[in-house]
Nanobody
């Protein structure tokens, strides 16, 4: 199983980026997995950003990104997306995609331990 995150880069505050996470692997049925984005900065724990269930609903967001970020998926292409608008300097981090097969309504969806598979991360830097 491989989750390949891409789309990160350097952007000015107020700008936008769209991250992608391509899933592959013979034993990995993308449409069966809930998918999520986390982020991490040096010296801090990995932080939940957004989650989308295998059937596209429900979706959940960290309060700090609600209204600015949109998570989506294309089950036909095995790709997860994160559209990030109105970026702030505090959004600077390495962004990781992750997958799990718990209930779409699992209460602990913000915990990294819930997720079975992780991508390698893509750096997002927002300059102020």
């Amino acid at each position: 199983v491989q989750l390949q995150a891409s789309g990160g880069g350097l952007v000015q505050a107020g700008g936008s980026l769209k991250l992608s996470c391509a899933a592959s692997g013979r034993a990995f049925t993308f449409m069966s997995y809930n998918m999520a984005w986390f982020r991490q900065t040096p010296g801090k724990e990995r932080e939940f950003v957004a989650r989308i269930s295998w059937r596209n609903t429900p979706t959940y967001y960290n309060d700090s990104v609600e209204g600015r970020f949109t998570i989506s998926r294309d089950n036909a292409k095995n790709i997860l997306y994160l559209r990030m608008n109105s970026l702030k300097s505090e959004d600077t981090a390495v962004y990781y995609c992750a997958a799990d097969r718990r209930s779409p309504y699992t209460a602990d969806f913000q915990a990294p331990a819930v997720y079975e598979y992780w991508g390698q991360g893509t750096q997002v830097t927002v300059s102020s």
